[in-house]
Nanobody, 125 residues
Framework: QLQLVESGGGLVQPGGSLRLSCAAS????????IGWFRQAPGKEREGVSC????????NYADSVKGRFTISRDNAKNTVYLQMNSLKPEDTAIYYC??????????????????WGQGTQVTVSS
């Protein structure tokens, strides 16, 4: 059974950093594009970053460019989201999602067909 599990969320002060992990079980990530999404209370889910199956192509939302970095370690079957210079507006539940494809990843929800349960990120002093 294909499963994605996010971890690494928590409470951090503004300006701090967190690294989220998205671990896959039941399948290998080698041929899957991965996206990170977030949803804040009362807001729609938004795409944060996505990475192609090869890792050669990445995309970021304008709001996180220069602060967040997506990467993947297929040997560990894990995708990461390094988040630096965090702001209160980054507070949300963060989800990872997967789609088996070799085309360029799109950072939109409908592109993906498997989702994790999410991890809470809270940025507050």
């Amino acid at each position: 059974q294909l499963q994605l599990v996010e971890s690494g969320g928590g409470l951090v002060q503004p300006g701090g950093s967190l690294r989220l992990s998205c671990a896959a079980s039941g399948f290998t990530l080698d041929y899957y594009a991965i996206g990170w999404f977030r949803q804040a209370p009362g807001k729609e889910r938004e795409g944060v970053s996505c990475i192609s199956s090869s890792g050669s192509s990445t995309n970021y939302a304008d709001s996180v460019k220069g602060r967040f970095t997506i990467s993947r370690d297929n040997a560990k079957n894990t995708v990461y989201l390094q988040m630096n210079s965090l702001k209160p507006e980054d507070t949300a539940i963060y989800y990872c999602a997967a789609r088996q494809t070799t085309v360029q990843a799109m950072c939109v929800s409908f592109f993906y067909d498997s989702w994790g349960q999410g991890t809470q990120v809270t940025v507050s002093s």
